[in-house]
C-alpha cells in the first residue's frame, strides 16, 4: 500500500470501530423515528424541522452535514442541489432521509428510502435503491474489489435491474468528527479495497420514466 492510499483511510486519535457502530445505531434509529413522524399533507420544510427535533430528543452531539428529506420529484436531486420549492407529501409519493450527525464524537450517515399509499411503481424503486445497496455491499464483502470496480458493479447491476443510477454519488469517508481533515475523496473514486468502518456506500436511482428516485446509504462495516 502506498503512502498516498493509507493516507486515504486515515483516521484521528479518538477513532473507534465501536463508536462508529453507535453512531450507525443511533443513525438507524433516528431514521425510523422521523419516517414514522412524516405523513401526507406534510411539507417538505416541516419534515425537516421535525427531523431536528428528534435529533435533539436522541441526544446527538451535533448535525456534520445538512439533514434531507425530499419529497417527490426532489429525490432526484443530489446532495448539493437545492430542493424546488416547499412540496407537500402526497397520499400516494414517495421521499428519502438522509442524515448525517455525530454521536460520542463518531460521525453516522445513513439514508433510506419510503413511501406512503400503494403506487407499485413507487414501491419498486424504494426496493430497488435497497437491492442495490445489498447486492454492492455484497459484492464488497465477497470480492474485496476496489472503490472504482464497486462502482463499476452498482452501475452494471443497476442497469440489469432496469433503474439509472446516479454516478455522482459515489459514497465518502467517514470517521471521527471532523473527518474532513483526513478526507479520502468519494468511495467510487478510491484504488483500493475499502477497509471496514470507513466509507458510507450510496446509491441512487432515478426511475427510468417516471419523475422520481430512491436513495440508500449506510457504513461499510
Request: net charge negative; charged share 20%.
Amino acid at each position: 500500500m502506498t503512502a498516498a492510499l493509507s493516507n486515504k483511510e486515515a483516521v484521528g486519535e479518538r477513532y473507534v470501530l465501536e463508536s462508529m457502530r453507535h453512531a450507525q445505531q443511533m443513525t438507524w434509529k433516528a431514521i425510523e423515528q422521523i419516517a414514522c413522524g412524516i405523513v401526507p399533507g406534510m411539507h417538505e420544510s416541516e419534515a425537516v424541522a421535525l427531523g431536528k427535533q428528534i435529533l435533539g430528543e436522541l441526544g446527538m452531539d451535533r448535525i456534520w452535514h445538512p439533514l434531507l428529506i425530499r419529497f417527490g420529484a426532489n429525490t432526484l436531486k443530489t446532495f448539493k442541489q437545492r430542493s424546488e420549492g416547499d412540496p407537500v407529501l402526497g397520499t400516494d409519493d414517495i421521499f428519502f432521509i438522509d442524515m448525517g450527525v455525530v454521536w460520542q464524537g463518531h460521525e453516522g450517515d445513513a439514508g433510506q428510502t419510503f413511501t406512503t399509499g400503494n403506487d407499485p411503481h413507487m414501491i419498486a424503486c424504494a426496493e430497488a435503491a435497497r437491492e442495490l445497496f445489498r447486492r454492492v455491499e455484497r459484492q464488497w464483502r465477497e470480492a474485496q474489489v476496489d472503490g472504482v470496480a464497486l462502482y463499476r458493479y452498482a452501475h452494471e447491476q443497476a442497469d440489469a435491474m432496469g433503474w439509472s443510477l446516479n454516478l455522482d454519488i459515489k459514497g465518502h469517508r467517514v470517521s471521527d468528527f471532523p473527518h474532513a481533515i483526513y478526507r479520502g475523496g468519494d468511495l467510487g473514486d478510491f484504488g483500493q479495497y475499502p477497509n471496514t468502518g470507513l466509507w458510507i456506500l450510496e446509491i441512487q436511482i432515478a426511475h427510468p420514466q417516471l419523475p422520481y428516485g430512491a436513495f440508500y446509504e449506510d457504513l461499510l462495516i
